[in-house]
Protein backbone atom coordinates (compact mmCIF):
# COMPACT_ATOMS: atom_id res chain seq x y z
CA UNK A 1 0.00 0.00 0.00
CA UNK A 2 2.81 2.46 0.61
CA UNK A 3 4.33 1.25 -2.67
CA UNK A 4 1.32 2.14 -4.81
CA UNK A 5 -0.24 5.09 -1.85
CA UNK A 6 -3.60 3.84 -2.77
CA UNK A 7 -6.46 1.29 -0.58
CA UNK A 8 -8.31 0.21 -4.09
CA UNK A 9 -7.22 -3.83 -4.46
CA UNK A 10 -7.61 -2.96 -8.00
CA UNK A 11 -4.18 -1.05 -7.50
CA UNK A 12 -3.01 -3.10 -4.86
CA UNK A 13 -3.26 -6.59 -6.69
CA UNK A 14 -1.96 -7.77 -9.74
CA UNK A 15 -3.28 -11.06 -9.68
CA UNK A 16 -7.02 -12.16 -8.92
CA UNK A 17 -5.20 -14.59 -6.23
CA UNK A 18 -3.71 -11.20 -4.67
CA UNK A 19 -6.75 -9.69 -4.74
CA UNK A 20 -8.70 -12.49 -3.12
CA UNK A 21 -5.87 -12.30 -0.50
CA UNK A 22 -6.41 -8.62 0.53
CA UNK A 23 -9.77 -8.64 0.73
CA UNK A 24 -9.55 -11.72 3.15
CA UNK A 25 -7.17 -10.02 4.98
CA UNK A 26 -9.21 -7.26 5.85
CA UNK A 27 -12.40 -9.10 6.27
CA UNK A 28 -10.78 -11.74 9.34
CA UNK A 29 -12.22 -10.93 12.12
CA UNK A 30 -8.95 -12.03 13.88
CA UNK A 31 -7.23 -9.25 12.31
CA UNK A 32 -7.60 -6.24 14.60
CA UNK A 33 -7.22 -2.19 14.01
CA UNK A 34 -5.58 -2.28 18.04
CA UNK A 35 -3.12 -4.99 17.02
CA UNK A 36 -2.57 -2.77 13.14
CA UNK A 37 -1.68 0.31 15.25
CA UNK A 38 0.34 -1.50 18.18
CA UNK A 39 3.01 -2.99 15.77
CA UNK A 40 3.31 0.38 14.54
CA UNK A 41 3.43 2.24 17.47
CA UNK A 42 7.01 -0.96 18.33
CA UNK A 43 8.11 0.35 14.76
CA UNK A 44 7.67 4.67 16.37
CA UNK A 45 9.12 3.38 19.41
CA UNK A 46 12.92 2.77 18.19
CA UNK A 47 12.66 6.03 16.54
CA UNK A 48 11.34 7.85 19.49
CA UNK A 49 14.04 6.64 21.83
CA UNK A 50 15.87 9.49 23.59
CA UNK A 51 13.98 11.95 22.23
CA UNK A 52 11.24 15.17 23.36
CA UNK A 53 8.16 13.67 21.63
CA UNK A 54 5.34 15.58 20.16
CA UNK A 55 2.08 13.34 20.44
CA UNK A 56 -0.11 15.10 17.88
CA UNK A 57 -3.42 14.26 18.36
CA UNK A 58 -6.40 15.18 15.96
CA UNK A 59 -10.29 13.75 14.99
CA UNK A 60 -11.46 13.34 10.95
CA UNK A 61 -14.54 12.08 9.69
CA UNK A 62 -14.46 8.96 6.73
CA UNK A 63 -17.43 9.62 4.58
CA UNK A 64 -19.03 6.68 2.43
CA UNK A 65 -22.14 8.02 1.40
CA UNK A 66 -21.15 8.27 -2.04
CA UNK A 67 -21.11 4.55 -1.85
CA UNK A 68 -24.17 4.17 0.79
CA UNK A 69 -25.73 1.11 -1.26
CA UNK A 70 -22.85 -1.01 -0.94
CA UNK A 71 -21.79 -0.52 2.29
CA UNK A 72 -23.04 -2.48 5.58
CA UNK A 73 -22.37 -2.20 9.24
CA UNK A 74 -21.38 1.80 9.43
CA UNK A 75 -22.61 4.45 11.57
CA UNK A 76 -22.93 7.87 11.07
CA UNK A 77 -20.20 10.76 10.94
CA UNK A 78 -20.59 14.11 12.09
CA UNK A 79 -23.77 15.58 9.97
CA UNK A 80 -25.82 13.03 11.62
CA UNK A 81 -27.21 11.45 8.29
CA UNK A 82 -24.02 10.18 6.03
CA UNK A 83 -22.42 7.04 6.84
CA UNK A 84 -18.64 6.24 7.41
CA UNK A 85 -16.28 6.02 10.46
CA UNK A 86 -14.16 8.47 12.22
CA UNK A 87 -10.30 7.94 12.70
CA UNK A 88 -8.18 9.81 15.60
CA UNK A 89 -4.79 9.42 15.09
CA UNK A 90 -1.33 9.97 17.85
CA UNK A 91 1.25 11.12 15.07
CA UNK A 92 4.63 11.27 17.14
CA UNK A 93 6.80 13.95 15.67
CA UNK A 94 10.57 14.85 16.73
CA UNK A 95 10.01 18.45 18.93
CA UNK A 96 13.20 19.48 17.91
CA UNK A 97 14.13 19.05 14.10
CA UNK A 98 9.77 18.46 13.72
CA UNK A 99 10.76 14.87 11.38
CA UNK A 100 7.97 12.82 11.89
CA UNK A 101 8.55 9.79 13.71
CA UNK A 102 5.95 7.37 13.01
CA UNK A 103 1.87 6.49 13.90
CA UNK A 104 1.84 6.26 18.10
CA UNK A 105 -1.64 5.02 18.40
CA UNK A 106 -4.70 5.42 17.08
CA UNK A 107 -8.69 5.08 18.18
CA UNK A 108 -10.83 4.09 14.90
CA UNK A 109 -14.99 3.92 15.90
CA UNK A 110 -18.05 4.03 14.33
CA UNK A 111 -21.22 6.17 15.62
CA UNK A 112 -24.04 3.65 16.56
CA UNK A 113 -25.79 6.04 18.88
CA UNK A 114 -26.67 9.90 19.38
CA UNK A 115 -25.81 11.64 22.22
CA UNK A 116 -27.58 11.37 25.80
CA UNK A 117 -29.50 14.22 27.11
CA UNK A 118 -27.74 14.28 30.21
CA UNK A 119 -24.28 14.09 27.67
CA UNK A 120 -22.35 16.72 29.83
CA UNK A 121 -22.89 14.82 32.79
CA UNK A 122 -21.66 11.82 32.33
CA UNK A 123 -18.46 10.28 33.26
CA UNK A 124 -15.65 10.81 30.73
CA UNK A 125 -14.94 7.44 30.23
CA UNK A 126 -18.48 6.88 28.69
CA UNK A 127 -18.15 10.34 26.19
CA UNK A 128 -16.78 10.20 22.78
CA UNK A 129 -14.54 12.75 24.27
CA UNK A 130 -12.64 10.30 26.05
CA UNK A 131 -10.39 9.47 23.17
CA UNK A 132 -7.98 12.23 23.75
CA UNK A 133 -7.32 10.61 26.87
CA UNK A 134 -7.27 7.13 25.64
CA UNK A 135 -5.56 7.51 22.53
CA UNK A 136 -2.56 9.40 24.29
CA UNK A 137 -2.17 7.44 26.88
CA UNK A 138 -1.61 4.48 24.92
CA UNK A 139 1.11 6.19 22.55
CA UNK A 140 3.11 7.40 26.22
CA UNK A 141 2.71 4.04 26.87
CA UNK A 142 3.78 2.69 23.57
CA UNK A 143 7.02 5.41 23.51
CA UNK A 144 8.54 3.41 26.55
CA UNK A 145 11.74 4.43 26.37
CA UNK A 146 10.84 8.43 25.17
CA UNK A 147 12.31 10.61 28.48
CA UNK A 148 9.68 13.66 27.49
CA UNK A 149 6.39 13.66 25.45
CA UNK A 150 4.40 16.80 24.79
CA UNK A 151 1.03 15.85 23.73
CA UNK A 152 -0.55 18.73 21.57
CA UNK A 153 -4.53 18.96 20.65
CA UNK A 154 -6.95 21.68 19.38
CA UNK A 155 -10.02 23.27 20.68
CA UNK A 156 -11.29 20.23 20.75
CA UNK A 157 -9.31 18.92 23.42
CA UNK A 158 -10.17 21.59 25.62
CA UNK A 159 -11.18 19.42 28.78
CA UNK A 160 -10.60 19.45 32.01
CA UNK A 161 -9.98 15.52 32.59
CA UNK A 162 -7.08 15.75 29.96
CA UNK A 163 -5.55 18.63 31.93
CA UNK A 164 -6.31 16.15 35.04
CA UNK A 165 -5.23 12.74 33.71
CA UNK A 166 -2.81 13.03 30.90
CA UNK A 167 0.32 15.02 32.52
CA UNK A 168 3.05 12.91 34.65
CA UNK A 169 6.63 12.51 35.00
CA UNK A 170 7.43 12.18 31.09
CA UNK A 171 4.21 13.64 29.92
CA UNK A 172 2.79 17.46 29.29
CA UNK A 173 0.08 18.49 27.53
CA UNK A 174 -0.36 21.10 25.13
CA UNK A 175 -3.82 22.40 23.87
CA UNK A 176 -5.50 25.23 22.37
CA UNK A 177 -8.57 26.89 25.03
CA UNK A 178 -11.52 27.34 23.35
CA UNK A 179 -14.03 27.73 27.23
CA UNK A 180 -13.51 30.62 28.79
CA UNK A 181 -13.16 29.01 31.98
CA UNK A 182 -13.72 29.89 35.67
CA UNK A 183 -10.19 30.63 37.71
CA UNK A 184 -9.93 29.62 41.38
CA UNK A 185 -9.87 33.74 42.10
CA UNK A 186 -13.72 34.70 42.74
CA UNK A 187 -15.73 36.01 39.49
CA UNK A 188 -12.58 35.66 37.07
CA UNK A 189 -12.18 34.27 33.87
CA UNK A 190 -9.90 32.73 31.65
CA UNK A 191 -10.15 35.07 28.69
CA UNK A 192 -10.24 38.47 30.80
CA UNK A 193 -7.57 37.12 32.68
CA UNK A 194 -4.88 36.58 29.99
CA UNK A 195 -5.98 40.22 28.15
CA UNK A 196 -4.92 42.26 32.08
CA UNK A 197 -1.95 40.94 31.10
CA UNK A 198 0.78 43.02 29.68
CA UNK A 199 1.96 42.32 26.20
CA UNK A 200 5.48 40.33 26.52
CA UNK A 201 6.49 40.76 22.96
CA UNK A 202 5.72 39.77 19.66
CA UNK A 203 6.31 37.42 17.10
CA UNK A 204 5.80 36.72 13.41
CA UNK A 205 5.82 33.64 11.68
CA UNK A 206 4.36 32.28 7.56
CA UNK A 207 0.90 31.28 8.65
CA UNK A 208 -0.19 27.90 6.31
CA UNK A 209 -2.36 28.42 3.88
CA UNK A 210 -5.96 26.51 4.19
CA UNK A 211 -9.13 26.14 2.02
CA UNK A 212 -10.44 29.36 1.75
CA UNK A 213 -7.46 31.28 3.56
CA UNK A 214 -4.12 32.11 1.59
CA UNK A 215 -0.73 31.69 3.33
CA UNK A 216 0.33 34.97 4.91
CA UNK A 217 3.19 36.12 7.27
CA UNK A 218 1.19 37.20 10.39
CA UNK A 219 2.49 39.49 13.29
CA UNK A 220 1.29 38.82 16.98
CA UNK A 221 1.14 40.03 20.27
CA UNK A 222 2.29 37.90 22.79
CA UNK A 223 1.42 37.37 27.00
CA UNK A 224 1.61 34.78 28.87
CA UNK A 225 0.61 34.03 32.51
CA UNK A 226 -0.20 31.15 35.31
CA UNK A 227 -3.56 30.55 35.89
CA UNK A 228 -5.92 28.37 38.48
CA UNK A 229 -8.76 26.66 36.90
CA UNK A 230 -11.95 25.69 38.65
CA UNK A 231 -13.49 22.47 37.80
CA UNK A 232 -16.11 22.71 36.14
CA UNK A 233 -19.83 21.65 38.00
CA UNK A 234 -21.07 19.44 35.58
CA UNK A 235 -19.73 16.63 35.16
CA UNK A 236 -17.64 16.75 37.64
CA UNK A 237 -15.32 13.50 39.21
CA UNK A 238 -14.57 13.31 42.52
CA UNK A 239 -11.30 11.57 41.18
CA UNK A 240 -10.07 14.91 39.62
CA UNK A 241 -8.95 18.02 41.21
CA UNK A 242 -10.84 20.59 42.29
CA UNK A 243 -8.38 23.28 40.52
CA UNK A 244 -5.10 22.72 38.01
CA UNK A 245 -2.79 25.10 37.67
CA UNK A 246 -1.43 25.38 34.37
CA UNK A 247 0.22 28.32 32.58
CA UNK A 248 -1.69 30.16 29.48
CA UNK A 249 0.17 31.43 26.26
CA UNK A 250 -1.78 33.82 23.90
CA UNK A 251 -1.03 35.20 20.18
CA UNK A 252 -3.05 37.69 19.21
CA UNK A 253 -2.65 39.23 15.86
CA UNK A 254 -2.13 42.81 14.94
CA UNK A 255 -3.54 44.29 11.96
CA UNK A 256 -5.55 41.20 10.53
CA UNK A 257 -7.36 40.79 7.41
CA UNK A 258 -10.51 40.67 8.85
CA UNK A 259 -11.71 40.43 12.46
CA UNK A 260 -12.78 36.91 11.19
CA UNK A 261 -9.55 35.65 9.76
CA UNK A 262 -7.39 37.27 13.03
CA UNK A 263 -5.39 34.43 14.48
CA UNK A 264 -5.91 34.52 18.57
CA UNK A 265 -4.39 31.16 19.83
CA UNK A 266 -4.99 30.48 23.78
CA UNK A 267 -2.50 28.04 24.94
CA UNK A 268 -2.74 25.93 27.88
CA UNK A 269 0.52 23.87 28.78
CA UNK A 270 2.17 22.23 32.03
CA UNK A 271 5.18 23.49 30.47
CA UNK A 272 7.38 26.22 32.36
CA UNK A 273 6.56 29.97 30.83
CA UNK A 274 8.34 31.99 32.20
CA UNK A 275 10.25 34.71 29.82
CA UNK A 276 8.67 35.20 25.92
CA UNK A 277 11.53 33.02 24.83
CA UNK A 278 9.59 30.27 26.81
CA UNK A 279 6.62 31.78 25.12
CA UNK A 280 7.65 31.42 21.62
CA UNK A 281 8.63 28.05 21.77
CA UNK A 282 5.31 26.94 23.00
CA UNK A 283 3.76 28.67 19.81
CA UNK A 284 6.50 26.47 18.03
CA UNK A 285 5.34 23.69 19.04
CA UNK A 286 1.54 24.26 18.84
CA UNK A 287 2.24 25.08 14.89
CA UNK A 288 3.55 21.38 14.53
CA UNK A 289 -0.12 20.21 14.55
CA UNK A 290 -0.55 20.98 11.11
CA UNK A 291 1.47 18.03 10.04
CA UNK A 292 -1.90 16.05 11.21
CA UNK A 293 -3.75 18.15 8.56
CA UNK A 294 -1.09 17.23 6.17
CA UNK A 295 -1.96 13.14 7.60
CA UNK A 296 -5.44 13.39 7.04
CA UNK A 297 -4.90 15.10 3.77
CA UNK A 298 -2.70 12.32 2.61
CA UNK A 299 -5.21 9.43 3.73
CA UNK A 300 -7.87 11.03 2.21
CA UNK A 301 -8.97 12.23 -1.61
CA UNK A 302 -5.04 13.75 -1.99
CA UNK A 303 -3.37 10.43 -2.45
CA UNK A 304 -4.44 7.15 -0.81
CA UNK A 305 -7.91 8.07 -1.34
CA UNK A 306 -9.64 6.24 1.62
CA UNK A 307 -13.01 7.24 0.91
CA UNK A 308 -12.59 5.26 -2.49
CA UNK A 309 -12.42 2.50 -0.97
CA UNK A 310 -15.13 -0.65 -2.28
CA UNK A 311 -14.86 -2.58 0.45
CA UNK A 312 -18.37 -3.13 1.79
CA UNK A 313 -17.73 -4.37 5.57
CA UNK A 314 -17.59 -1.85 8.41
CA UNK A 315 -15.32 -4.23 10.27
CA UNK A 316 -12.90 -4.50 7.32
CA UNK A 317 -13.74 -0.67 6.94
CA UNK A 318 -11.69 -0.20 10.34
CA UNK A 319 -8.77 -2.06 9.26
CA UNK A 320 -8.26 -1.03 6.41
CA UNK A 321 -8.44 2.21 8.41
CA UNK A 322 -5.84 1.20 10.45
CA UNK A 323 -3.70 0.31 7.69
CA UNK A 324 -4.15 3.38 5.95
CA UNK A 325 -2.86 5.43 8.87
CA UNK A 326 0.11 3.84 8.65
CA UNK A 327 0.79 4.35 5.39
CA UNK A 328 0.08 7.67 5.31
CA UNK A 329 2.41 8.22 8.22
CA UNK A 330 5.52 7.02 6.09
CA UNK A 331 4.29 9.21 3.32
CA UNK A 332 4.85 12.18 5.89
CA UNK A 333 8.08 11.01 6.91
CA UNK A 334 9.67 11.02 3.28
CA UNK A 335 7.35 14.38 3.49
CA UNK A 336 9.58 15.30 6.21
CA UNK A 337 12.13 13.76 5.69
CA UNK A 338 13.27 15.76 2.55
CA UNK A 339 15.39 17.95 3.87
CA UNK A 340 18.29 18.33 6.49
CA UNK A 341 16.47 16.17 9.92
CA UNK A 342 15.95 13.06 7.31
CA UNK A 343 19.40 13.10 7.50
CA UNK A 344 19.48 11.44 11.05
CA UNK A 345 17.47 8.72 9.25
CA UNK A 346 18.13 5.76 7.28
CA UNK A 347 16.51 4.82 4.21
CA UNK A 348 16.19 0.92 5.06
CA UNK A 349 13.03 2.71 7.77
CA UNK A 350 10.83 2.68 4.66
CA UNK A 351 12.33 0.48 1.75
CA UNK A 352 14.11 -2.83 1.71
CA UNK A 353 17.49 -3.71 0.34
CA UNK A 354 16.42 -4.22 -3.92
CA UNK A 355 14.47 -0.98 -3.18
CA UNK A 356 17.30 0.95 -2.31
CA UNK A 357 19.57 -0.75 -5.00
CA UNK A 358 16.85 0.71 -7.21
CA UNK A 359 17.66 4.13 -5.81
CA UNK A 360 21.14 3.49 -6.49
CA UNK A 361 20.42 3.45 -9.84
CA UNK A 362 17.93 6.30 -10.01
CA UNK A 363 19.76 9.28 -8.31
CA UNK A 364 22.66 8.13 -10.59
CA UNK A 365 20.47 9.08 -13.75
CA UNK A 366 18.40 12.04 -12.37
CA UNK A 367 21.62 14.35 -10.98
CA UNK A 368 22.63 16.66 -13.31
CA UNK A 369 26.10 17.82 -14.19
CA UNK A 370 26.08 20.80 -11.79
CA UNK A 371 26.95 20.44 -7.80
CA UNK A 372 23.05 21.99 -8.04
CA UNK A 373 21.57 19.37 -10.04
CA UNK A 374 23.25 16.38 -7.60
CA UNK A 375 21.62 14.91 -4.34
CA UNK A 376 23.24 16.75 -1.63
CA UNK A 377 22.33 14.24 1.25
CA UNK A 378 24.49 11.46 2.52
CA UNK A 379 23.53 8.14 0.45
CA UNK A 380 21.56 5.72 1.85
CA UNK A 381 20.32 8.32 4.34
CA UNK A 382 16.22 9.18 4.89
CA UNK A 383 16.55 12.66 2.63
CA UNK A 384 18.66 10.76 0.33
CA UNK A 385 15.82 8.60 -0.76
CA UNK A 386 13.57 11.33 -0.70
CA UNK A 387 15.38 13.27 -2.95
CA UNK A 388 14.68 10.61 -5.52
CA UNK A 389 11.04 9.98 -5.23
CA UNK A 390 10.48 13.75 -5.17
CA UNK A 391 12.17 14.01 -8.53
CA UNK A 392 10.20 11.07 -9.62
CA UNK A 393 7.44 13.04 -8.55
CA UNK A 394 8.21 15.96 -10.49
CA UNK A 395 10.00 18.18 -8.57
CA UNK A 396 12.74 19.85 -10.08
CA UNK A 397 15.25 19.07 -7.08
CA UNK A 398 16.20 22.84 -6.29
CA UNK A 399 17.10 23.65 -2.81
CA UNK A 400 15.12 27.10 -3.11
CA UNK A 401 12.08 26.15 -5.31
CA UNK A 402 8.87 25.27 -3.02
CA UNK A 403 9.50 22.15 -1.21
CA UNK A 404 7.66 18.73 -2.68
CA UNK A 405 4.54 17.87 -0.79
CA UNK A 406 2.13 14.92 -0.09
CA UNK A 407 0.86 14.75 -3.73
CA UNK A 408 4.15 15.13 -5.29
CA UNK A 409 5.77 12.10 -2.98
CA UNK A 410 2.39 10.13 -3.89
CA UNK A 411 3.19 10.62 -7.79
CA UNK A 412 6.53 9.67 -6.92
CA UNK A 413 6.08 6.72 -4.72
CA UNK A 414 3.57 5.47 -7.89
CA UNK A 415 6.30 5.91 -10.45
CA UNK A 416 9.32 4.49 -7.80
CA UNK A 417 6.77 1.32 -7.74
CA UNK A 418 6.73 0.14 -11.57
CA UNK A 419 10.14 0.92 -11.68
CA UNK A 420 11.25 -1.16 -8.82
CA UNK A 421 8.79 -3.79 -10.46
CA UNK A 422 10.17 -3.43 -14.13
CA UNK A 423 13.81 -3.59 -12.65
CA UNK A 424 13.04 -7.52 -10.75
CA UNK A 425 11.19 -8.44 -13.66
CA UNK A 426 15.10 -7.45 -15.61
CA UNK A 427 16.93 -9.31 -12.72
CA UNK A 428 15.27 -12.20 -12.70
CA UNK A 429 15.63 -12.94 -16.85
CA UNK A 430 19.13 -11.87 -16.64
CA UNK A 431 20.49 -15.62 -16.34
CA UNK A 432 18.49 -16.64 -19.24
CA UNK A 433 19.32 -13.94 -21.30
CA UNK A 434 22.81 -14.50 -21.20
CA UNK A 435 22.31 -18.20 -21.89
CA UNK A 436 20.68 -17.23 -24.95
CA UNK A 437 23.43 -14.36 -25.30
CA UNK A 438 26.02 -17.65 -25.49
Known amino acids: MFARVSTGMRRLADTRAEKV ?45 AKASRKRGLGRVGNGEDIGLFVHPALAV ?6 VLGLAGATIWRREAKKADDYQALPIEAKESHKWIGTAKAACQALTDTPQMTVI ?6 IYEVFARLPGERTHVLIRAVRDRALGTRGERLFGAIAKTPQAGRIAFELQA ?20 RQPRLGADSRDPRELT ?11 PSAKDAVIWRLLTTHSVETLADACRIVDLYRSRWIVEQLFRTVKSQAIDLEESLIADGDALERLAATALVVATRVMQLVHGRGSQGQNFQAARLFDPSEITVLEALIAKLEGKTQKQK ?30 GPITFTHGLRRFNAITDGFLLASQNQPEANVCAR
Request: proline share 7%; net charge negative; hydrophobic share 40%.
Open 21 to 65: AFTRLFRNRHVSPQEIIRTAAARTAEMAAGRHVLIIEDSSEINYE
Open 94 to 99: DAVDGS
Open 153 to 158: GDREAD
Open 210 to 229: RPGRPARTVELAVRFTAVSL
Open 246 to 256: LNMVEVREIDP
Open 375 to 404: NPHPMHTLAWAAWCIARLGGWNGYEKERPP
